[in-house]
């Protein structure tokens, strides 16, 4: 018998209105019903499956656009599923539910390619944040390079995107950091990312962005390389860097003026929370630095 249930129907009955389809792999039966409900007020098809057997058969028989996953299931690890997809390009996009996950359990997931995590316990807000995105985004492949808990390394195409990805990845291997720490690296490291993408790889999806987590005993470090020609700090109009102390938001106008996003400060804000941030000659590779 196919193990698939919801809680409106044993089988998703998708609908005119549906944006999308999801399997949801979740054995805490009120947890599931909790996600089922708010996602189908927002017009998505659910289905849901309380084990790795069940899920499995279940995509047999159904083609789904998302799994929203699980990783302690009572008949294995959710990861399984993953892994079972990893060389299926048609596979649905994969989103790993993760409670006190550990540093092992994300980093078999990026390499398994899943598109992106979302931490328990979540609000609805951030579910649905996270669901759409992973709906919406467009197939991109993120090429691992190293995938070890000292290191952590990828090649990926200069999309906002595949940013977020990469981002959303990093930030689950700091677990035992502090709440303060994780936010302050979070921080520079996102806007260190975006200036690489944006202004290196000038949101091109042939471009490609090589970025590598290092983590020592007693540091984290962050190295970021554009395939752009490289920059000089004094000829950038639009960054807070050049601020004229007689004309301070000059750099604002500058960059209403480009269409670029709000911003500017991160460089500033870098090298004020980095304990060491270091360009290479031509500052087109760029490696942050914070001691534990």
């Known amino acids: 018998m196919q193990e698939v249930r919801s809680p409106a129907s044993s089988q998703p009955a998708p609908q005119e209105t549906d944006i999308g389809s999801i399997l ?3 054995d805490e039966i009120d947890l599931a019903e909790l996600i089922s409900s708010c996602l189908q007020s927002r017009n998505f098809s659910v289905a849901v499956s309380p084990s790795v057997s069940g899920a499995l058969h279940s995509l047999k028989g159904i083609s789904f656009d998302l799994i929203l996953l699980d990783v302690n299931l009572p008949d294995g690890s959710g990861l399984q599923v993953l892994q079972n997809l990893a060389n299926d390009p048609d596979a649905p996009r994969v989103v790993v539910m993760t409670g006190a996950g550990t540093s092992e359990t994300v980093l078999q997931a990026i390499r398994y390619r899943a598109q992106d995590f979302i931490r328990k316990p979540f609000t609805v807000d951030e579910l649905v944040e996270v669901v759409e995105r992973a709906i919406k985004a467009a197939r991109e492949d993120i090429e691992i390079i190293s995938c070890t808990p000292e290191w952590v390394e990828v090649l990926a195409s200069c999309t906002r ?3 977020a990805r990469i981002e959303g990845f990093i930030s689950h291997l700091g ?3 502090s709440s303060e720490v994780r936010s302050q690296v979070g921080h520079v490291f996102r806007e260190l990312l975006l200036n690489a993408v944006e202004w290196g ?3 091109n999806p042939n471009h490609r962005v090589r970025v590598a987590y290092v983590r020592g005993k007693r540091s984290i470090q962050y190295r970021i390389a554009d395939p752009g020609p490289g920059f000089s700090f004094r000829e950038l109009a639009h960054s807070a860097l050049s601020a004229d102390p007689k004309d301070p938001l000059r750099y604002v106008r500058v ?3 480009q269409g670029l996003r709000p911003g500017g400060l ?3 804000m870098a090298r004020a929370m980095a304990d060491e941030l270091i360009y290479n000659e031509s500052q087109n590779e760029v490696l942050f630095i914070k001691y534990l």
């Open 266 to 268: 991160g460089i500033l």
């Open 201 to 203: 790889g000038g949101l």
């Open 175 to 177: 677990g035992d950091l």
């Open 24 to 26: 949801l792999v979740e």
């Open 255 to 257: 960059r209403q003026e």
């Open 161 to 163: 995107e595949s940013a």
